[in-house]
């Protein structure tokens, strides 16, 4: 079984910086995905990065047009953890952050699911 934790969300300002954790026991699905959810607002996948199969070769990452030029997503094996992180935040991405996880592909459904890290930015 996988479980994941994230950490890392906050209070900051608009234009400033955040990195978020997405920590996994067990083993890392080859699929890791971030998503979002703001306040009233359905939930939107804003990142993920595919690892080939059976390695730990990344092999693409791909970005919602809201997270393109400022949010990379990344991931350190030895770690087991998956990281977003986050520039010139505005207030629209003011949401609860979730890492999930799937051992297929990232444009499925996803397996695994962390609880959340708030993320709050102010103007």
């Known amino acids: 079984q996988v479980q994941l934790v994230e950490s890392g969300g906050g209070s900051v300002q608009a234009g400033g910086s955040l990195r978020l954790s997405c920590s996994a026991s067990g083993y890392i699905p080859s699929c890791m995905g971030w998503f979002r959810q703001g306040p009233g607002k359905e939930r939107e996948k804003i990142a993920h990065?595919?690892?080939?199969?059976?390695?730990?070769?990344?092999?693409?990452?791909w970005y919602a047009d809201s997270a393109k030029g400022r949010f990379t997503i990344s991931q350190d094996n030895a770690k087991k953890t998956v990281y977003l992180q986050m520039n010139s935040l505005k207030p629209e991405d003011t949401a609860m952050y979730y890492c999930?996880?799937?051992?297929?592909?990232?444009?499925?459904?996803?397996?695994?699911w962390g609880q959340g890290t708030q993320v709050t930015v102010s103007s």
């Open positions: 999930a996880g799937v051992s297929d592909a990232c444009f499925g459904e996803y397996e695994y």
């Open positions: 990065i595919f690892t080939e199969p059976g390695t730990t070769r990344p092999l693409s990452a």
